[in-house]
């Protein structure tokens, strides 16, 4: 069975400052996994996907993450974080049926 | 066109009211999916439905009847809610291409409801 597990429940960064959101996954064959962002009150926006192509993918907004298989992770990065990159991320795996397992979520604070 | 419209964006119910929302896509997505989403959690898969037909009712109780009457087309029909049922309802799509990678999902910028 697939499974995500996000190592932090909040992140506070200052502005400027890089970002890093942990993923760790568990899946029994070659897993799709995924970031989405998700502001207050609004709906889920797809950050980037992973879907066994290169292992280091770009998304929007100047974010990217590293399949890594031998650590089973999924990292979220930024180089520099923005105030309005104050929101929810999720990183999600996906079954071979298509359904969308969903961590816990990382709450991303970003100080000025 | 690459979004999913959600409609209304605020509902107020009674626990008698009957109410509906509705979703729809022009994508030419196959797949079409509702979520339930409490404060601070994940959403919670509801209902799955592959071309049109009702392929994954994850348990959800009866109160909740959803609808597709075509491919564009998601409705969810509520009916004597309990308060808490209140949260934000949300709608995805996604291509559903047998056997090859999944691509993920288009979410709408959901529903929040909330039951009185």
């Known amino acids: 069975a697939q499974s995500v597990t996000q190592l932090d429940s909040h992140v506070s960064v200052s502005e400027g400052t890089p970002v890093l959101l942990r993923c760790n996954y568990s899946?029994?064959?070659?897993?799709?996994l995924f970031w989405y962002v998700q502001h207050p009150n609004k709906g889920l926006q797809l950050l980037l996907k992973y879907t066994s192509a290169a292992t280091l993918v770009k998304g929007i907004n100047g974010f990217e993450a590293e399949f890594k298989k031998s650590e089973t992770s999924f990292h979220l990065t930024k180089p520099s974080a923005h105030m309005s990159d104050a929101a929810e991320y999720f990183c999600v795996v996906s079954d071979q049926g298509g359904k969308l397992i969903f961590g816990q979520g990382t709450e991303l604070s970003v100080k000025p | 066109d690459t979004e999913v419209t959600q409609t209304p964006k605020h509902l107020v119910m009674g626990m008698t009211n009957k109410k509906s929302l509705k979703c729809e896509q022009h994508?030419?997505?196959?797949?079409m999916y509702w979520y339930k989403q409490k404060a601070k959690k994940p959403p919670e898969l509801m209902f799955v439905y592959s071309y049109e037909k009702l392929s994954i009712n994850e348990s959800v109780p009866s109160r909740f009847s959803p609808e597709c009457p075509n491919s564009s087309l998601l409705n969810l029909h509520l009916h004597a809610l309990q308060p808490e049922d209140s949260a934000l309802y949300l709608c995805?799509?996604?291509?559903?291409?047998?056997?090859?990678?999944?691509?993920?999902?288009?979410f709408g910028s959901g529903t929040r409801l909330t039951v009185v």
């Open positions: 995805a799509s996604s291509q559903q291409i047998p056997g090859l990678q999944h691509y993920g999902y288009t």
């Open positions: 899946s029994s064959y070659s897993p799709s």
């Open positions: 994508m030419g997505h196959r797949a």
